[in-house]
């Protein structure tokens, strides 16, 4: 990531990008708590990238260690405000690293509203 950044190929970092939020996710057996995983490494590499060092989703973190990474989902999906991680991964061409795009892609382990929210969220940037 950081040589294809260093020569300026955006295509070759988003590809490395990825794969390194893939990795997150592998040991965990579920498919929507691996993706889940694969989402927050995306999350927290884009603090990094924002902040010049590593940057842990420290509430993020908090409310997953005391809750769990459906709450966490419901919460992204629920919230009035997008973050800035939000709209760097859509401005990207990485949606489907967004809470959002999982909410909607396993409807059935979450709540009416947080999915119906999640598609108005998903629609109104196509």
């Known amino acids: 990531m950081v040589n294809a950044k260093r020569q300026k190929n955006m295509e ?3 590809q ?4 390194v ?13 691996r993706e889940f995983y694969s989402t927050l490494a995306a999350y927290e590499e884009l603090l990094a990238d924002k902040h010049g060092r590593r940057q842990p989703a420290a509430r993020t973190r908090q409310k997953l260690k005391n809750q769990g990474f459906i709450a966490c989902l419901e ?6 405000k997008r973050t800035d991680g939000f709209n760097a991964l859509v401005d990207s ?9 999982l909410v909607t ?5 979450f709540s009416a509203k ?3 929210n999640a598609r108005k969220v998903l629609e109104s940037i196509s």
Do not use: M
Not at 75 to 80: G, H, T, V
Not at 93 to 101: D, P, R, S, W
């Open 75 to 80: 919460d992204w999906a629920l919230s009035a």
């Open 21 to 33: 939020c893939e990795l997150e996710g592998k040991n965990y057996d579920d498919p929507l708590e």
């Open 16 to 19: 490395a990008f990825r794969r």
């Open 114 to 116: 947080a999915v119906a």
């Open 105 to 109: 892609k396993y409807p059935d382990r």
């Open 12 to 14: 070759i970092y988003w």
């Open 93 to 101: 061409g990485q949606v489907e690293l967004t809470g959002e795009h």
